[in-house]
């Protein structure tokens, strides 16, 4: 096995022992990069010098016998959103084609405090609103597991580049399952925290009030690792939360004797594959084999979640995106004849068509005379769905449910039907729309394309769904499938 | 179905400038997913209190302190246009 | 045109005196270079985020307590939005329906002199935009130049109820207003640094009705003056509008100081829709009664308590105590000036007299008076003592303004103490005696009139610095 193909606990303790070097790590990562990267297209930008030049530091420190942090050494990808000082952030969008962040986001600014190393951009769907990564404005990003197949989205790039082995982890955003269904769909692990545990200053904003970062890894231990290293309170965010927040590494045992399960019968409704079904039922049953105790429960506004969120999403969205005006940054057109003509021209030209889309319906949602009618009363629903959340949790530990009704699905497929595409969303969106944290962790395969398995928690239960995730996936061995998208590789 | 008055209208708040094809299309897309969106009526939200932000926090707020500004280049790097150190935009009537 | 009324609102913005911008810690610093006083929060680069300046949520509160309102116990801000190219986000942070403070009054005088209250509908928080400069003409390419130092400054908006009936009610609420602001320390209110910034909504209607007229709304007033101008200018306008038969349209108008007309503008956004909705990157405000007890606590007098005291405690006019107390820092002299002189009436009359004066004359303001209130007090009592004359003293005021030097020393220096000593006016007396064979004839022939002559004489070869009451005796005693 390479050491791009590790995990960053694996190589931490190799690093530790002196087994191997940072540098060499990295070296893997963009040999890796190199081999595959044509055929996957995760990467927006890559930073190799910079990446080498972190990776030599932490050797130093090792040789000079100073502690290291769990993370030191470790190739991480960042996705596309998040602001990085002197390097291009452009959101995979033509609007912020030459955009170079005079700062970092708090996230970016952790890691280089532990001594990640950081060696590139991914690509995302535009200003990350999608599912596919189809909606990028430079580039298609493939499955690794099948490169005709879409990884997924918004944070496609970030997914497939943990899957394919160029990158040991990475960072997405999650505002209504753009972590935890590409996760699902490439087969790793995904995680959306609850909203307030990451702090959201530098992440270039798409639904303020549903956005979080969150890791992507190979499996629970990284992920644990990663949410260590980038959670915490953060003055310049202010829906940071200001509590103390556990060490998830005290999460990952397998134990989950008693725990009280919960499965929505709404998630397994119509619109779920049946193989993806079985997929989840096998799963449930190895919960069950490790003593929880799994039950049917219900979430009765499960069907107003994806109406609710396309009214809720695009209204921020709207006016999130209402700063890119070519006057500033960005693009602008050449030739405007006024500022009017300059903000219209650039706007249009600037951004692709979903993004429009959704720029219009929030727009159309916040305007006067539609404004209770659509924006108050999805306001409203959300309490409804939060509170059917808080219910369940008053009986359930957890719950868990597929991650996506389906596996991957293919290039173009879902690209015309808005509404088509939005429903590949439905198991996870509601979970952003309550703020609680979700996970999703390889369960299976349907014909060769992984199966996500999502776990939902109360607030600040990350804890409680690390140690659920853990269990399972020590009792499995999905987790250690790896795609084979070039055989020469070993 | 929404109106081409109202998606011409929505553009113009929005700043978006559409070709007829995109107006066209957006008009049966953003009809369709409104139609969809409509079930929400279904429901009895009367005494439900809206919920704008998920957490419970309240009175967040920084003191009153300066503390470093931009470097000028640094603010202006990313300009389409300037003149000097001000940012410099076409006509506005 | 007495069948008219107008019906007048106003809707003031004041700029906050804290030393960070309201959503992040750039300066408010006015001026200095373009784009100096940013940073990517103000400049609202992707992936910012505001955070709230607690001192101006206290400046709010403080500002809402003084304007007689409800303190609201929740209140949030807002998105509202418009694209302008001085407004970084494309959308301003407000408050919309639930603004920190509403519901109060101040109390002004009408033209009659009787005191009127003025309803404040709302006091809100909000961020400012940037600076547009425009350049070029039609014939070279014309082009807009903007700076966004000014981007985020906090502004309190204080909306009053239309309450005002005359131009020179809405110029006396703004007084006021701007007045009892300064009292409490929030803001300078510089009109001409757009510290404070005012716009009217102005309407008429036949007197005795209870419905409002269509309304317009002024802008662009940047002095005292101009909105008394401004406001008489437009209720003309819509007078003669209404008497010919023409509709008045709904619209924003600006205030053209040189023509002396009032516009109508063509409106920012085609289609006013400003789409407000709470804004999800800050948390609710929650004003505890604690926080507000904390606030009241810290409040000073303001101008009409301290007019009241004034009155009762130092036993001055009305009139008097109005002028000293319309400016915190004159109200603070004075009373410094009456602690060590206190003849309370005689400092009025110094201070309403030559030193308002010399500062109006000098274009300065009381903050920059180079005499303080101890140097006041102390030439006041060189008068008493009779080491100046009333008449000389407002010379020796004079040049203390200018300088700064003591009485004393001013005294001194040009020899203008007074002359008390019998033996030299009596030489003095004896040479216009020498001198004026006439008029004292006159004088000992029953012509009262001449002494006076004989007197004027005395003192103009003293400079003025003799005794007058001595003159006078002793001359009556030297010419019996």
Sequence with gaps: MELCELTANELHRMLTGKDVRAEEICLSVFRRIDKTEDQVKAYLALHPEEALEQARAVDRKIAKGEEIS???????????NLCTKGHRTTCASKILYNFVPPYNATVVDKLNGQDVV?????????FAMGSSTENSAYQQTCNPWNPDCVPGGSS??????????????????????????????????????????????????????????????????????????????????????PTELPDYREALVTDIDGFRIGIPAEYFAAGLDDHVRRVIEEAITVLEQRGARVEETTLPHTEYALPTYYIIAPAEASSNLARYDGVR???????????????????????????????????????????????????????????????????????????????????????????????????????????????SIPAGFVDGMPVGLQFIGKPFSESTLLRAAYTFEQSTTHHLKRPSLTPEVE | MLSREVVDHVALLARLELSEEEKERYTTQLSNILSYAERLQELDT???????????????????????????????????????????????? | MNKYEPVIGLEVHVELQTASKIFCHSSTTFGGDPNHHVCPVCLGLPGTLPVLNRKVVEAAIMIGLALNCSVARFCKFDRKHYFYPDLPKNYQISQYDLPIADNGYLEVQDEDGNPVRVGITRVHMEEDAGKLVHQGTDATTPYSLVDY???????????SEPDMRSPREARAYLDKLKTIIQYTGVSDCRMEEGSLRCDANISVRLRGSQTLGTKTEIKNMNSFRALQKAVQFEINRQIECLETGRRIVQETRAWDEIEGVTLATRSKEEAHDYRYFPEPDLVPIVISPSWIEEITRQLPELPDA???????????????????????????????????????????????????????????????SRVTPRQLAEMLTLIDKGTISGKLAKEVFGEM??????????????????????????????????????????????????????????????????????????????LR
């Design chain 1, 70 to 80: 769990p993370l030191a050494g470790i190739p991480i990808a960042l996705k596309d």
């Design chain 3, 306 to 368: 301290r007019c009241r005291r004034f009155i009762d405690e130092y036993r001055i006019p009305a009139y008097d105590a109005g002028v000293l107390t319309g400016s915190r820092e004159l109200g603070d002299y004075y009373e410094e000036c009456v602690k060590i002189y206190p003849q309370a009436k005689t400092v009025s009359n110094w201070v309403m007299g030559e030193l308002l004066r010399l500062l109006n004359d000098t274009n300065s303001e009381i903050g920059e």
């Design chain 1, 156 to 241: 496609g790039g970030s997914a497939a580049a943990v899957a394919a082995g160029e990158a040991i982890c990475a960072l997405g955003s999650d505002t209504g399952g753009s972590i935890r269904q590409p996760a699902a769909f490439c087969g790793v692990v995904g995680m959306k925290p609850t909203y307030g545990t990451v702090s959201r200053y530098g992440l270039v904003a798409f639904a303020s009030s549903l956005d979080q970062i969150g890791p992507l890894s190979k499996d629970v231990t990284d992920c644990a690792l990663m949410l260590n290293a980038i959670c915490g309170h953060d003055p310049m965010d202010s829906t940071s939360v």
């Design chain 1, 329 to 439: 940054y960005g693009y602008r057109v050449e030739d405007a004849k006024d500022v009017l003509d300059m903000f219209s021209r650039s706007r249009s030209r600037g951004f692709g068509a979903e993004v429009k889309r959704r720029v219009m319906l929030g727009t159309y949602a916040l305007s006067a005379g539609y404004y209770d009618a659509y924006y108050l009363e999805a306001l409203k629903v959300r309490t409804l769905i939060r509170r059917d959340f808080e219910r369940a949790f008053e009986k359930y530990d957890c719950l868990i449910s597929p991650t996506t009704p389906s596996t991957a699905f293919r290039f173009g497929e879902k690209v015309d039907d808005p509404v088509t595409m939005y429903l590949s969303d439905v198991f996870t969106l509601a979970v952003n729309l309550a703020g609680l944290p979700g996970v």
């Design chain 2, 46 to 93: 009367g005494d439900v209190t809206p919920m704008a932000h998920v957490l419970p926090l309240q009175n967040v707020f920084r003191h009153d302190v300066v503390g470093e500004h931009l470097p000028s280049e640094d603010t202006l790097a990313n300009a389409p246009d300037r003149q000097g150190n001000n940012f410099k935009v076409p006509r506005i009537i």
């Design chain 1, 118 to 126: 950081i060696i590139g951009k991914t690509n995302m769907d535009e």
């Design chain 3, 149 to 159: 130092n000014r981007t985020g400054v906090p502004l309190l908006e204080i909306v």
């Design chain 3, 401 to 478: 303004f200018r300088t700064g030097k003591d009485a004393e020393m001013v005294v001194k220096e040009k020899g203008l103490e007074q002359i008390s000593d019998e033996v030299s006016i009596n030489a003095v007396i004896e040479q216009v005696i020498a001198s004026h064979p006439g008029p004292v004839a006159d004088y000992r022939a029953g012509k009262d009139r001449a002494l006076g002559f004989l007197v004027g004489q005395i003192m103009k070869d003293t400079r003025g610095k003799a005794n007058p009451g001595l003159v006078n005796e002793l001359l009556k005693n030297r």
